[in-house]
């Protein structure tokens, strides 16, 4: 973070159910989030069960967060200046995800706002591969 300009404005606890005004207000962004494989931040499994932040998140979906750090296809990345406002009034994303399989039930991946509200205009999903077989004679 620091090396985008940004800085954590959180002493303890780490901000994952306001992790989209604490991304905006340090005029960062994430780009590439595995929006298809888990959460965003400060969403729940269900409306009946309460939010406890990052810890609500399955085993299978910090693994899915880890891999996709790892691999870099998840990216901070700082909000450019022409663009700030926007992010801020919630007319541009503040997490995008990345383009999700072409089995995916939406056209595109999710986005979160500053607000909180989401979508689902973000990369298109993935065209699907039409494997050629060869059957032997």
């Given at each position: ?23 905006a207000d340090a005029n960062l962004c994430i780009k590439g989030y595995p929006t298809h494989k888990c959460l965003l931040p400060g969403e729940a499994h269900n409306e009946n069960s309460k939010n406890k932040g990052i810890g609500a ?81």
């Open positions: 973070l620091a090396q985008l300009g940004g800085k954590c404005a959180w002493d303890r606890n780490f901000p994952w159910k306001g992790m989209s005004s604490a991304l998140l399955t085993q299978k979906e910090i693994v899915a967060l880890v891999d996709a750090l790892k691999a870099g296809t998840m990216q901070v990345a700082r909000v450019d200046k022409t663009h700030r406002a926007a992010v801020m009034a919630s007319e541009r994303p503040v997490i995008t995800g990345i383009a999700p399989p072409a089995e995916w039930a939406h056209d595109g991946a999710r986005r979160l706002f500053v607000n909180g509200d989401t979508d689902y205009h973000g990369p298109a999903r993935l065209k699907p591969i039409n494997a050629a077989t060869k059957v032997k004679k």
